[in-house]
């Protein structure tokens, strides 16, 4: 809010000055220099704390931010910073408001100040109220050894992050260590690392049976199945930390799962730890992101969820958790994929009917095909596919998240079942639209007429992720909205910004660029093309040959 009252500060002044000079504002309601100065200066501290928030909430499908390792790091740039700033606003209190960090109790901190306290003074206050927050949830990270022990598992940073951090506080280092050792031994009980097994010593001669049991070979066998030997061998975490922090080569992205996944055969025990701890999110935001996205299948149009809109909504929840855990959790990528073979099972049992959900199945048809539908939000896309499966044209806009429609499609003598799915075009969905890509068998990259930055979108946002997802499928370019291309009330809009309708010349220079099969047109208003679309996609879905899963042999 106060970085875009800067943004509008001559607005806001001329619109102060005006009621002013009419009398009907006092000069002192006005926002004086000073007063705009103080935004600058509270703009900028705020700034340190977006830059942590935005970090720890993260991009963590990525792997970038987002991770429980980056909590402690992050609290100490935090109280850096804070420092650095007290030093540009000081305070003259009574005594220190600024306790020994990470000490165990703070006493409370009087200060004293001028009758009139300047507007540094109100700054420097919560400069120094900030710092004892962020100190006294610094200290509760000792309660728990998983945030050191996340750090110590990042192999990017390992015990010389704290080395260097914490070089006056060696009793702090010595504290960690030993947490951390604590929660490697009793993790390491839990998930027992087989012992490899030691070949005896080759006898120099030919032993004899005596009838009688070999007590040194027995003995020798004991010896070398001791826990002591089984440290030596087995002590994952002493060879881990042994080494420095791994160095990154400049311009390689530090993403330490895929470093675990990479040395996963040298540290076997001690990878599924780092599994553990690294794909705890620093945050909950994601997770609630995710919630919030995926509510929408049971929004107030889609209330009586049967067992197949259930196994979808279960399925959407189950794919999302490894992005959410930095992709490390392959036991909950193998429970979705039994979910997704469960839901298939569901399908073709299902009686043919048709619910609330606009979701139709039909056992006559013996091909099944998957279409999905992407393109910016409000280019026509669900328009066009209700139009097509029910016949109808909305006329209020409701914007999609997960809609499903199936339609009964007959080509070239044979008879298919098209099932459409409908996604949302904007940016705040990007996370949950790839959920609708796997199995998909054709894709319509859809934009609209009378907007030529949908079509700019084309190759500039959706050819890239469908490339990326769906890379081999057949792809047809659809223009929507044809019958606005010769509004005259459109190309008034569009010519205040100096645009025009796109043309149809405009869109096949597209469709060559980004390597689609077909260019098409339609209107769902006018039902004119629409029925061409899906025909010519249905089409391109029967050549699409699904990559069939290599099986055992046994002879």
């Given amino acids: 809010m106060l970085v875009r009252a800067k943004q509008l500060r001559p607005a806001i002044d001329l619109f102060c000055l005006q009621y002013i000079n009419s009398g009907e504002l006092d000069t002192s309601t006005t926002i004086s220099n000073k007063t705009w100065a103080l935004i600058d200066h509270i703009c900028e501290i705020l700034g340190l704390f977006d830059f942590a928030t935005l970090n720890l909430q993260g991009a963590a499908t990525e792997g970038a931010h987002g991770a429980l390792w980056e909590c402690l790091p992050m609290i100490e740039t935090l109280l850096l910073g804070i420092e650095d700033l007290k030093l540009r606003y000081p305070l003259q209190p009574e005594q220190s408001a600024t306790p020994n960090r990470r000490s165990k109790s703070s006493q409370s901190t009087s200060l004293s100040f001028s009758q009139n306290p300047s507007s540094d003074d109100f700054i420097a206050i919560g400069l120094n109220n900030a710092w004892l927050k962020l100190e006294k949830y610094y200290v509760l990270t000792d309660k728990s050894e998983a945030y ?3 750090v110590i598992l990042n192999p990017y940073r390992k015990w010389a992050y704290f080395s260097l951090s914490w070089k006056t506080k060696p009793n702090w280092l010595s504290a960690a260590e030993k947490k951390v050792r604590a929660l490697w031994d009793e993790y390491r ?40 030997y089984t440290d030596i061998l087995e002590d994952e975490y002493s060879k881990y930390i042994s080494t420095g922090p791994v160095r990154a080569v400049e311009g390689m992205k530090l993403h330490s799962i895929q470093w675990w996944r990479t040395n996963e055969g040298e540290y076997p025990v001690l990878a599924k730890l780092a599994y553990d701890l690294l794909s705890i999110p620093a945050m909950s935001a994601e997770v609630e992101r995710v919630f919030s996205g995926t509510k929408e299948l049971i929004s107030d149009r889609r209330n009586g969820l049967d067992i197949e809109p259930f196994n979808i909504l279960l399925s959407v929840c189950l794919k999302t958790l490894p992005s959410l855990t930095l992709t490390a959790a392959k036991p909950i990528l193998d429970t979705a994929t039994k979910v997704e073979v469960g839901l298939e099972a569901n399908t073709a049992n299902l009686k043919s009917r048709e619910g609330q959900s606009g979701l139709t199945i039909s056992l006559m048809a013996e091909i099944r095909r998957k279409l999905v539908i992407v393109g910016d939000g409000a280019c026509g896309k669900t328009c066009l596919l209700i139009v097509f499966s029910k016949g109808t044209f909305p006329e209020v806009y409701v914007p999609t998240v997960f809609e499903n429609y199936v339609a009964d499609v007959e080509v070239d003598g044979k008879h298919v079942e098209l099932a459409l799915w409908d996604t949302a075009g ?130």
């Fill in 148 to 150: 050191v022990a996340a």
């Fill in 189 to 228: 009980a839990s998930h027992p690392s087989p012992v490899p097994q030691i070949p005896p010593p080759q006898p120099m001669c030919k032993q004899k049976d005596y009838g009688r049991p070999d007590y040194a070979e027995e003995y020798h066998k004991r010896l070398y199945a001791q826990d002591d």
């Fill in 426 to 555: 904007q940016e705040d969905y990007d996370r949950l639209r790839p959920l609708s890509y796997p199995d998909s068998h054709v894709i319509l990259i859809c934009f609209a007429v009378d907007s030529p930055d949908s079509l700019d979108n084309v190759q500039e946002k959706w050819i890239s992720e469908v490339l990326h997802f769906c890379q081999g499928l057949p792809i047809i370019l659809v223009g929507c909205k044809k019958d606005l291309r010769y509004d005259q009330k459109t190309i008034e809009e569009l010519h205040k910004t100096s645009q025009k309708p796109v043309t149809p010349e405009q869109a096949e220079d597209v469709r060559k660029k980004i390597g689609a099969q077909k260019y098409l047109e339609c209107s769902a208003k006018t039902n004119e093309g629409v029925r061409e679309v899906f025909e010519h996609a249905t089409r391109a879905a029967l050549l699409t040959r699904k990559k069939e899963k290599k099986k055992c042999l046994i002879l």
